[in-house]
Every structure is written in C-alpha cells, then in structure tokens.
C-alpha cells in the first residue's frame, strides 16, 4: 500500500495544504493592504511552483529546457499583459 | 417571413446584387464542374480528408490567392471613392464596410494562410521531417481557418457586413452602433478561424523542435525555419487573447454582458487595450517569416552564405520579446498619462534596433556576393529600400507626443502599408515564384515576373507616398469622401492611379501562372535556383513520404555542402516510414463549426446548441478512436524513388 | 510503432514524447488565455455600476470547500500517475475515480454558487463586475467541466484496453490539464476571493 502514496507527492500536498492555510489567513486576521498582497502573491506562486515540479514532472524528460522556457515566457508575457493593461486603463488614466 | 428578414442586408446596392448573381453562378459552375469530370471522389479523397503538409500547404495557397483579390477588389473600390472629392460613387455605410472587410481579409485571411502556406510547404522539409508533429492537427487547423474564411466572407450577401472597422473599436461595435449582425461575423468568424491558428503554433513548435533531422542543432536551422519557430510562439502566446477578447465582444453582443458597454460599468478602452495585446504580436507573426524568405533568397542569389546567422537569430527572439511590450503605441491618444507613453515609446522604439541588425545583415550579405537578378531577388532588393522607408515612419509614429499628430490619418495608413507590402506581400510573391518550381515542376516566366515586380513598385510608390502628405496635412482615414477646398483631391487621383497600376501588377501574376502553365518547360532539375538548403534535396514532384531515407545534417547549409563539399546527405538503406492515414473528421468538425458560428450569428439557438453538441461529439469519437497511421513498404519506396529517379 | 522499453509508458514511442510535448506548449497558450481573463477582472473590478461588489457577495465557505477539494482531486491525480508508473492498473484507476468525484464536487459547490450569485442580484448583466468575474470562473469552471468528461473517456478506455502507451499517454496529459487547472484555481482562490474579501 505504501508505495501507492510516494513520500515526495505527500509532502508536496501537506505542503500545498499548508500554504492555503496561510493563505486564508488574510481573511481571518486584519492586515494592511500591502501585507496582504504580499502574503498573496508568495502562496499563489509557491503553490504554482509546487504543482509545477512536484506533480506535473515538468522536469523529467530532455525537453525540460524547452518546456520550462515555454512556462517561464508565458509568464513573464502573461504578467507585462497584466500590469501593462492595469497600468494604461487604470493606474495612470487621467 | 418574419425568421428569413434577419438574412436579409441592410444597406443593400446593385453591386451587392451582382456579387451574389456572381458567387451563386460560380457555386453552381463548380458543383457542375465536379460532377462532370467525376471529381468529387478525387477531391475527397486527395484533398478534403488529405494530412499531407503539402497538399494542406497548397490548400492554403489557394484559399490566399482567392483573399487576395477580394480584398484587392475592395482596396479598389476604395481608392476610386477617394480619387476624387465629394465623390458619390459608394455612399457612407458601404464605404466603412469595404474598409472593415478590406482589412479583416488581407490581414487574417490573405496574409496569414499566405504564411501558413510556407510553412507547411517549407518548415518540414528544411528540418528533414516526413511531416509535422500532429498532422491530422494540421488539417484541422486548416478546415478551421478556411470555414472561419468563408462565414466572414458571405457577411456581405447574408444579413450585412461589418462596419466597425477591422479593429473594431468598442462602443461603435456594440449593439447599439452596430445594429446589424455584421459585427457578430467579425467576432464569430474571426474566433474559429483564430482556433486554428492557435492549434498551427502549438503544432510547428513541437514540429521545429522535436523533429529535426538528425544532427540538425537549434543553431543550424536554416532561417526560414528558425523565423517559422519565433513567428509560432508568438502566435502560441498572442492568439488566446484574441480568443478572449472575441468572446467578451461576442458575449456583449449576444447575452448583454458589460465588458465593453458604456453603461454598467463597462469599459470600451479595454477592447481596444486587448485588442491590441494580440494585434501587435500579430504583425510581427506576419513579418517574421517573411523576414525569413527573404533571407533564404538573398543567401540562394548571392551565392553565399546568410551573413551573420547568430545576430540573425538572437534579434529574432529579441523582437519575439518586444513585440509584448508595445501594444499601447496603437493608442497614445487615448488618455492615459505621460509615464505610460513614454514606456510604450522606448519600447516601440527599440524593436527598430533589432530590426536594423537584420536589414544590414542582408545588406552585407549582398556585399561580395554573386547577385543574380531573378524574379524573387528583385522582389527582395525593391524590399530592402521600401521596407526602411516604412520602417522610419514608424520610428516617427513612435513618438507619443508627435502621434498626436499622426493619429488616425492617413500618415498612420501609408506607415502600415508601407511596412506591410513590401514586407510582408513582397515577400509571399517572391517565395511564391521561388517555391513553385518544387510544387508544381515548372517555373514561372521571368521575363513577366520581373515586370510583374516593377508593375506592382511604381504603382506601390503612387499610391502610398501621396498618403503621408494628405495624412500629414490631416487627412483622416477612414473617411468616406472630403470637400475640394481640403486640397486633397489631386494626391488621392495619383493614389488611386497607383493602386489601379498594382492592380495591373497581380493580374500580371494571374497571366503569369496562365502562361507558364502552357509554356513553361517541364524539364527542370529539382533544384532549379541552385539553392542550399534540406528542401531542395528531395525529388520534384515531392513524394508522400519526403525523403526516402532521413538525410543527416551538420550545418545550416546541407544540401549545399552535399553538392560543393562532399557531405553525404542520404545513408543507408531504405526502411518502410512510417505515415498518417487520411481523415474525413477535420473537414466535418470544421463544417459543424461553420454551421455553430452561423446560428450564434443569427441567435438561432436551437441550431448553435445542436452544433456544439455535434463539436463535442467529434471531440468523444476522436478520443475513442484506435489510428495508428500505416506503413509503406520498402518495395513501394523503390519503385516510386526509381520513377522520380527516371523521371 | 516503435516501443522503448527504458522509458516511462507514456513517453514509450515517438507520437506520445510529441504529443506530451506538444501539451506543454498548449498550456502556455492556456497561461496567457487565463492571464487575459484576469487583466480584465482587475481592471474591471470596482467599476460595480450600483451593483453588488466582491466583499458583498463572496463567501469563505464554499471557496473553502472548492479549494480543498480541486487541491485534493490535484493530488490523486498525481498519485493515479504514480500508481500507473507502477504498473498498477486497479490502484490507479481507483485515484482516478477518486479525482473524477472531487472534480465532480468542485463543480456542484460551484453551481451552488452561481445559483447564489444570481439570486443577490449579482448575474452576467449586473455590471461590469459581475461579467467580468463570472466570465473569470465560468472559463475555469468549463475547463473542469470538459475535464471531467475527458477523464471519464480515458478511464473507460483504460478499462477496456488496459494500460497501453496510447493509453497511458492519454492518462499522462490528462494529470497534466488537471493539475493545470488547479494552478489557474489558486490564482483565482487568491486574487479574485481572498483579495476580494480582504
């Protein structure tokens, strides 16, 4: 039975437990703006991070370059796409 | 009859009338023409179910010709109205259909499977592939891009085309402005034939990067290729958000969201914002293979190597990169602040840099070179000149604080043109009389083919130049007609002077193929430029299968070190290769999505239900379904290579 | 169809190492589809036209409940991948059964949900807002929904024709969409309700 439940995926979802928890903890406790999103931001992309390499073996094959590049582009497009259109519709629109 | 009055246009006008006489008499000659020759097995068999890079290549170079000269007829009609002042020949509402559809068409349906086209002819071939990674993918993408083609393309004859513009700026497309279904075309067809795009990207990139011939490393890419691997990761990163802003004006429109609206909440500058994330992605995914042709075709007629390949590659990526950071430039007037500008602005600017590696790279390819002057060189050396000139006023466009000036004129009008012909429409005309000799076996006339390049020249300079005085002196576009006191009348008469000349240029292309099809030799090598690259290795016509045996690599010239330094390309004996079977369900799936976005077009429920439902049962056949493709034998694999041999 | 033995099932011939592959480069584009849908929502977001905004119709429970449940349905699924690495065709279909069911349980809290948000005067066509947030979830939601089906497909070909590397590899890029899809969830779980509510 216990090779069903590696110790390594185990761990990872204590840990992805963990991090909801602290997580939820902006709910719960009162907290400025600015620690809030901080405490956000860290779980969300530890999470992501999580999910990535411990479940998904993005690392396991020889195309790990190419396919962490592909994630890492995606990302870094994906947060200019963000705070780009935050910042000309919101931020600084007159 | 209340249900058929949603079909019918809304601005109707005797040539509207006569396109659909036209388009019915020629529906009817081709389904006649079929059954007379006994040709819809063929056609079925050999091309609506075929997985063939190739043949679904060809396909695309059809479907692009044909959107070539629809939206060249509307450049056209255009041009006439303009030419001179208070002219009455096409009112208002016509006037802003025919520059909506002018623009969808050429840029997503001409420009675009015109890329595709290449690269489904070219980027397996030059890595040495038997076809792309997915092929029954392909012909989805395919079918998708072709349905989507034609739902946009009989907007005009049912229930009305879109006005709005081919960026279609919110709140004039909203209900509201726009009352007719046109704008509904524009977001359904567009949607599908995105769909298709989407799933092209996905397909080169793993194509490009894990089917090369052996010993082909990612540095030794012949350049095509390598502009074909940048153009489709853009197009992997830029065509969700057209989804997403499709859906959201198709939402706002269909089922009374507020993405867009004025009320509510809405936002109609986030349409443009979205818009535009993936509008600016997409003109570098038109411009980079071009980019791409041009360099095999300098390196081919200089007799040498492309002069620096790395700086080559690393400003590929660089603009790759850029082309994210630069979306606001398409709306500097828009009202958000200095600071925001000023970053669109260096960044926009900085693509320039890249850009001017590659120009002085192929300019120094030239330099001591062997130059032969063929139809696709005098293609690429008109390019170089025109391209910057284009490539300057964009840097002046760049300036935030001059757009104001600039905006929505026609300087903005004769910048993308000028950028977009000899760039981009050049270049599919020079790879097109390039290739066409590894397609068909004969090549087209030279003699027409260079005046075809100085027709199309002259008449490009009449008709763009003028534009950026009128535009300077603030003419806007997009507007139907102008008062004589404007003093514009006589820059849009010589406008209008060069575009009936490139007209004159794309029907000398038609007599071109006319007149080579009857006279040109068919005794041709397969190798008829002396070209360097894997494509021009394999035999003419191209069998099935590519290359009998897997050709080995060592540089980014193979072929050319197997005819000059004795590399040996092919080893080894033949094996049976294994290949894709034909499929039927590309085409049907593309037809049920033909048939969805028709009924979501019209709000016809009852049928948009059926059709996803049909969607979706596709989807569950293909997932049940065992294709494991077929082999052809060794035997099969002699005899035709002993008759492509012979031949 | 030529098997490598040393390899995993799933990478076992050169379609399923493309097709794998192939999947990754899609979930980049799936990335910057839910990247585009989240620019939206947060340039969108107190733009609430007299409407309800975040604070008043988001509720801890249900998010809870939703989260745990995608996190744990992540989880099986990864162990149904593990078990099939060890060959073991009973154990991992039953993580698949068990994955299936959380998704399952995930959509109806979703429902339930909606059904609410709608009752608070909180529809598609409130505002801004709410379009732009239901547009947000229902994206989501559709991809699980889509997911579900697709799992259940594989799960009965798995059944029928045991594990084979078409088969494994269908199950393979399946764990890969659905771990995805709880990676997009805590994007959500953060920026759209723990924001919200903050």
Same mark, same amino acid.
């Given at each position: 039975?216990?090779?069903?439940?590696?110790?390594?995926?185990?761990m990872?979802?204590?840990?992805?437990?963990?991090?909801?928890?602290?997580?939820?903890?902006?709910?719960?406790?009162?907290?400025?703006?600015?620690?809030?999103?901080?405490?956000?931001l860290?779980?969300?992309?530890?999470q992501?991070?999580?999910?990535?390499?411990?479940?998904?073996?993005?690392?396991?094959?020889?195309?790990?370059?190419a396919?962490?590049?592909?994630?890492?582009?995606?990302?870094?497009?994906?947060?200019?796409?963000?705070?780009?259109t935050?910042?000309?519709?919101v931020?600084?629109?007159? | 009859?209340?249900?058929f009055?949603?079909f019918?246009?809304?601005?109707?006008s005797?040539?509207?009338?006569a396109?659909?006489?036209?388009?019915?008499?020629?529906?009817?000659?081709?389904?006649?023409g079929l059954?007379?020759?006994?040709?819809?097995?063929?056609?079925?068999r050999?091309?609506?179910?075929?997985?063939?890079?190739?043949?679904?290549?060809?396909?695309?170079?059809i479907?692009?010709?044909?959107?070539?000269f629809?939206?060249?007829?509307?450049?056209?009609m255009?041009r006439?109205?303009?030419?001179?002042?208070?002219?009455?020949?096409?009112d208002?509402?016509?006037?802003?259909e025919?520059f909506?559809?002018?623009?969808?068409?050429?840029?997503?349906?001409?420009?675009m499977?015109?890329?595709?086209?290449?690269?489904?002819?070219?980027?397996?071939?030059?890595?040495?592939?038997?076809d792309?990674?997915?092929?029954?993918?392909?012909?989805?993408?395919?079918?998708?891009?072709?349905?989507?083609?034609?739902?946009?393309?009989?907007?005009? !004859?049912?229930?009305?085309?879109?006005?709005?513009?081919?960026?279609?700026?919110f709140?004039?497309?909203?209900?509201?402005?726009?009352?007719?279904?046109?704008?509904?075309y524009?977001?359904?067809?567009i949607?599908?034939?995105?769909?298709?795009?989407?799933?092209t990207?996905?397909?080169?990139?793993?194509?490009?990067?894990k089917?090369?011939?052996?010993?082909?490393?990612?540095?030794?890419?012949?350049?095509?290729?390598?502009?074909?691997?940048?153009?489709?990761?853009?197009i992997?990163?830029?065509?969700?958000?057209?989804?997403?802003?499709?859906a959201m004006?198709t939402?706002?429109?269909?089922?009374?969201?507020?993405f867009?609206t004025?009320?509510?909440?809405?936002?109609?500058?986030?349409?443009?914002?979205?818009?535009?994330?993936?509008g600016?992605?997409?003109?570098?995914?038109?411009?980079?293979?071009?980019?791409?042709?041009?360099?095999?075709?300098f390196?081919?007629?200089s007799?040498?190597?492309?002069?620096?390949?790395?700086?080559?590659v690393?400003? !590929?990526?660089?603009?790759?990169?850029l082309?994210f950071l630069?979306?606001?430039?398409?709306?500097?007037?828009?009202?958000?602040?200095?600071?925001?500008?000023?970053?669109f602005?260096?960044?926009?600017m900085?693509?320039?840099?890249?850009?001017?590696?590659?120009?002085?790279?192929?300019?120094?390819?030239?330099?001591?070179?062997?130059?032969?002057?063929?139809?696709?060189?005098?293609?690429?050396i008109?390019?170089?000149?025109?391209?910057?000139?284009?490539?300057?006023?964009?840097?002046?466009?760049?300036?935030?604080a001059?757009?104001?000036?600039?905006?929505?004129?026609?300087?903005?009008?004769?910048?993308?043109?000028?950028?977009i012909?000899?760039g981009?429409v050049?270049?599919?005309?020079?790879g097109?009389?390039?290739?066409?000799p590894?397609?068909?076996?004969?090549?087209?006339?030279?003699?027409?083919g260079?005046?075809?390049?100085?027709?199309?020249?002259?008449?490009?300079?009449?008709?763009?130049?003028p534009?950026?005085?009128?535009?300077?002196?603030?003419?806007?576009?997009?507007?139907?007609?102008?008062?004589?006191?404007?003093?514009?009348?006589?820059?849009?008469m010589?406008?209008?002077?060069?575009?009936?000349?490139?007209?004159?240029g794309f029907?000398?292309?038609?007599?071109n193929?006319?007149?080579?099809v009857?006279?040109?030799?068919?005794?041709?090598s397969?190798?008829?430029?002396d070209?360097?690259?894997l494509?021009?290795?394999?035999h003419?016509?191209?069998p099935?299968?590519?290359?009998a045996?897997?050709?080995?690599?060592?540089?980014?010239?193979?072929?050319?070190?197997?005819?000059?330094?004795?590399?040996?390309?092919f080893?080894?004996n033949?094996?049976?290769?294994?290949m894709?079977?034909?499929?039927?369900?590309?085409?049907?799936?593309?037809?049920?999505?033909?048939?969805?976005g028709?009924?979501l077009?019209?709000?016809?429920?009852?049928?948009a239900?059926?059709?996803?439902l049909?969607?979706?049962?596709?989807?569950?056949?293909?997932?049940?379904?065992?294709?494991h493709?077929?082999?052809?034998?060794?035997?099969?694999?002699?005899?035709?290579?002993?008759?492509?041999?012979?031949? | 169809?030529?098997?490598?033995h040393?390899?995993?099932?799933?990478?076992?011939?050169?379609?399923?190492?493309l097709?794998?592959?192939?999947?990754?480069?899609f979930?980049?584009?799936?990335?910057?589809?839910?990247?585009?849908?989240?620019?939206?929502?947060?340039?969108?977001?107190?733009?609430?036209?007299?409407?309800?905004?975040?604070?008043e119709?988001?509720?801890?429970?249900?998010?809870?409940?939703?989260?745990?449940?995608?996190?744990?349905?992540?989880?099986?699924?990864?162990?149904?991948?593990?078990?099939?690495?060890?060959?073991?065709?009973?154990?991992?279909?039953?993580?698949?059964?068990?994955?299936?069911?959380?998704g399952?349980?995930f959509?109806?809290?979703?429902?339930?949900?909606?059904?609410?948000y709608?009752?608070?005067?909180?529809?598609?066509?409130?505002?801004?807002?709410?379009?732009?947030?239901?547009a947000?979830?229902g994206?989501?939601?559709?991809h699980?929904?889509l997911?579900?089906?697709?799992?259940?497909f594989?799960?009965?070909?798995?059944?029928?024709?045991?594990?084979?590397?078409?088969?494994?590899?269908?199950s393979?890029?399946?764990?890969l969409?659905?771990?995805f899809?709880?990676?997009?969830?805590?994007?959500?779980?953060?920026?759209?309700?723990?924001?919200?509510?903050?």
């Amino acid at each position: 039975m216990s090779e069903l439940f590696p110790f390594k995926q185990v761990m990872g979802f204590v840990f992805s437990m963990v991090l909801t928890a602290v997580a939820l903890g902006v709910y719960f406790f009162d907290m400025s703006f600015a620690v809030g999103m901080t405490v956000l931001l860290v779980t969300a992309f530890l999470q992501a991070g999580l999910q990535l390499v411990v479940f998904m073996h993005a690392g396991e094959t020889e195309d790990k370059g190419a396919i962490y590049t592909n994630v890492y582009y995606g990302l870094i497009i994906a947060l200019v796409t963000v705070f780009g259109t935050l910042l000309a519709m919101v931020w600084d629109m007159g | 009859m209340e249900f058929f009055e949603r079909f019918a246009i809304p601005n109707p006008s005797f040539a509207i009338y006569a396109s659909m006489v036209a388009a019915g008499i020629t529906m009817i000659a081709i389904v006649a023409g079929l059954t007379y020759f006994k040709k819809w097995g063929y056609l079925w068999r050999e091309w609506l179910t075929t997985v063939d890079h190739k043949r679904i290549g060809i396909m695309y170079l059809i479907s692009a010709l044909l959107m070539l000269f629809r939206g060249g007829v509307d450049a056209i009609m255009m041009r006439a109205q303009l030419a001179v002042p208070d002219n009455t020949l096409l009112d208002a509402q016509h006037y802003n259909e025919i520059f909506t559809t002018h623009g969808v068409v050429m840029i997503l349906f001409m420009a675009m499977p015109f890329i595709m086209f290449f690269m489904n002819l070219v980027v397996p071939l030059q890595i040495g592939a038997r076809d792309v990674a997915f092929p029954r993918l392909n012909a989805l993408s395919f079918w998708l891009f072709f349905m989507g083609a034609m739902l946009f393309n009989i907007s005009f !004859m049912v229930g009305g085309s879109p006005d709005a513009g081919w960026t279609s700026y919110f709140p004039l497309a909203d209900n509201e402005f726009s009352k007719s279904v046109g704008t509904n075309y524009y977001m359904i067809a567009i949607q599908i034939a995105g769909i298709g795009t989407l799933m092209t990207g996905i397909n080169f990139i793993t194509t490009i990067l894990k089917m090369r011939a052996p010993g082909m490393k990612l540095m030794q890419m012949p350049m095509f290729t390598w502009s074909s691997l940048i153009a489709n990761v853009i197009i992997v990163f830029a065509f969700p958000v057209l989804t997403v802003a499709l859906a959201m004006g198709t939402m706002d429109r269909l089922f009374g969201t507020n993405f867009f609206t004025i009320d509510n909440g809405g936002m109609s500058m986030l349409w443009a914002n979205i818009f535009w994330v993936w509008g600016h992605p997409e003109v570098y995914i038109l411009i980079l293979p071009a980019f791409g042709i041009y360099s095999e075709i300098f390196s081919t007629f200089s007799r040498r190597n492309l002069y620096g390949y790395k700086s080559m590659v690393w400003s !590929m990526v660089l603009i790759s990169l850029l082309s994210f950071l630069v979306w606001a430039h398409h709306f500097f007037t828009m009202g958000q602040g200095a600071f925001t500008n000023s970053i669109f602005s260096i960044t926009t600017m900085a693509i320039a840099v890249p850009t001017g590696v590659k120009i002085f790279n192929w300019l120094l390819t030239l330099w001591k070179g062997k130059i032969e002057f063929t139809t696709p060189m005098l293609y690429a050396i008109m390019f170089i000149p025109l391209f910057t000139l284009g490539g300057v006023t964009g840097v002046m466009l760049a300036m935030s604080a001059a757009d104001y000036q600039y905006h929505n004129t026609m300087f903005l009008v004769a910048h993308f043109h000028n950028v977009i012909i000899p760039g981009v429409v050049y270049a599919m005309l020079a790879g097109l009389t390039y290739y066409w000799p590894k397609m068909f076996g004969f090549m087209l006339n030279e003699k027409i083919g260079k005046w075809t390049v100085w027709t199309l020249s002259i008449g490009f300079v009449l008709a763009f130049m003028p534009m950026y005085i009128t535009g300077l002196d603030g003419q806007a576009r997009r507007l139907y007609t102008y008062s004589e006191s404007t003093g514009f009348g006589p820059l849009n008469m010589v406008s209008f002077v060069g575009a009936a000349i490139m007209a004159v240029g794309f029907v000398l292309i038609v007599y071109n193929i006319y007149y080579s099809v009857r006279y040109a030799s068919r005794d041709i090598s397969a190798d008829p430029w002396d070209a360097r690259t894997l494509e021009w290795a394999t035999h003419t016509p191209i069998p099935e299968y590519n290359f009998a045996i897997t050709p080995e690599v060592k540089s980014s010239e193979a072929f050319w070190d197997s005819k000059k330094n004795g590399h040996v390309l092919f080893k080894g004996n033949y094996e049976k290769i294994h290949m894709p079977n034909n499929s039927g369900m590309p085409f049907v799936m593309s037809i049920i999505f033909f048939i969805w976005g028709f009924s979501l077009i019209f709000s016809l429920w009852i049928p948009a239900i059926v059709a996803t439902l049909g969607i979706f049962a596709c989807l569950t056949l293909r997932s049940f379904e065992k294709d494991h493709g077929h082999y052809i034998s060794v035997k099969e694999i002699e005899d035709t290579e002993s008759e492509l041999r012979g031949a | 169809m030529d098997i490598n033995h040393s390899l995993p099932l799933e990478y076992s011939t050169e379609e399923n190492r493309l097709k794998i592959f192939g999947f990754w480069i899609f979930l980049g584009a799936e990335i910057m589809l839910f990247a585009t849908l989240f620019a939206a929502y947060f340039t969108l977001y107190n733009r609430t036209a007299g409407g309800p905004d975040g604070a008043e119709i988001f509720q801890i429970t249900p998010v809870f409940l939703e989260t745990i449940l995608l996190l744990t349905s992540s989880f099986t699924i990864g162990l149904g991948i593990h078990a099939m690495r060890l060959g073991r065709v009973k154990a991992m279909m039953g993580f698949f059964i068990v994955t299936l069911l959380l998704g399952l349980g995930f959509l109806s809290v979703e429902v339930f949900e909606f059904i609410t948000y709608v009752h608070e005067g909180a529809g598609i066509q409130t505002s801004a807002f709410t379009s732009s947030l239901l547009a947000t979830l229902g994206t989501h939601g559709a991809h699980v929904t889509l997911g579900f089906f697709w799992g259940l497909f594989i799960l009965i070909q798995v059944k029928k024709r045991g594990l084979t590397p078409a088969t494994a590899n269908k199950s393979f890029i399946f764990s890969l969409y659905w771990h995805f899809l709880d990676v997009v969830w805590i994007f959500i779980f953060s920026f759209i309700y723990l924001k919200g509510m903050m």
